[in-house]
């Protein structure tokens, strides 16, 4: 078993920014879940399904394999061989993520890749149901949130840098809608596990996050 770091929490809190920074501080593994479910909505939008059409997604999974690589210590998405790791970050590809990601089919086909990973490795695996369902036992569970304004604010910034044109109203609304779908699924929902640290980055700089985290971790 390697030593596991699982952080949780809501859309644009900082998780994969955080983590990538602690594993590189601490010599982990970052695995970001998120992007194995950015991975799947990209092949059920290549199918052009409705993320509302469930008996359609289930089945378009018998044909979706995702796996990961590393590419000079960077997370890779392969979806049936090929590299899509560049198409996951747009509004897209995320709206489909939150959508389908309520269905069990899709959690479950995820499932067994990031149990392996974490057996096999030292990590800081970032997603929603981390600590409470994927590694129950985890060294060290972080639930990472901050208020809907400053994530909305965030992702803004990071999607106007890359190009995309959206409102910071439409991100607000998007964050919530996606908040509720996490925190209110019947499987593995998005929650604080009883054994994880709070860490609320509101008002907190990405370095003081980083410390803080790294403090808690061995
Ligand atoms: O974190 P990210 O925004 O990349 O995740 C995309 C979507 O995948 C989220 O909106 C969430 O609904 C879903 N997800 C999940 N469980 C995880 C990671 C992500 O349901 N462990």
Redesign the pocket.
């Known amino acids: 078993m390697g030593y596991n770091v699982a952080i ?1 929490g809501p ?1 644009g809190a900082g ?2 920014t955080i983590a990538k920074l602690v594993a590189k501080e601490k010599g982990y593994i970052y695995v ?7 991975g799947l ?1 990209v092949h059920f939008l290549k199918k052009g399904l409705s993320g509302d059409d469930k008996k359609a997604v289930i089945d378009a999974c018998d044909d979706a394999k995702v796996t990961i690589g590393y590419e000079n210590g960077i997370q890779q998405i392969y979806l049936n061989g090929e590299n899509i790791t560049e198409q ?2 747009t509004e897209k590809v ?1 709206n489909m ?2 959508k389908t ?2 269905i069990p089919e899709v ?1 479950a086909k995820l499932l067994e890749l ?1 149990r392996s990973l974490a057996r096999e490795k030292d990590v800081i695996m ?5 600590g409470t369902n ?1 590694l129950p036992d985890a060294d060290v569970k972080i639930y990472l949130t901050a208020s809907v304004e400053t994530r909305a604010k965030r992702r803004y910034e990071e999607l106007s840098a890359k190009g995309e044109h959206i409102t910071l109203e439409k991100i607000m609304t998007d964050i919530k809608e ?1 908040d509720h ?2 925190m209110t ?1 019947e499987v ?1 929902p ?1 929650k604080q596990a009883e054994d994880a640290i709070l860490v609320d980055s509101s008002n907190m700089t990405i370095d003081e996050v980083v410390r803080t985290i790294c403090d808690h971790c061995r």
């Not at 970001?32 to 950015?38: C, S």
């Open positions: 949780d859309a998780k994969s970001d879940t998120g992007a194995m479910y950015r909505a996951l970050r995320g993520a939150s990601s309520v959690r990031q970032d997603g929603r149901d981390i994927i996606r779908r996490d699924r593995a998005l």
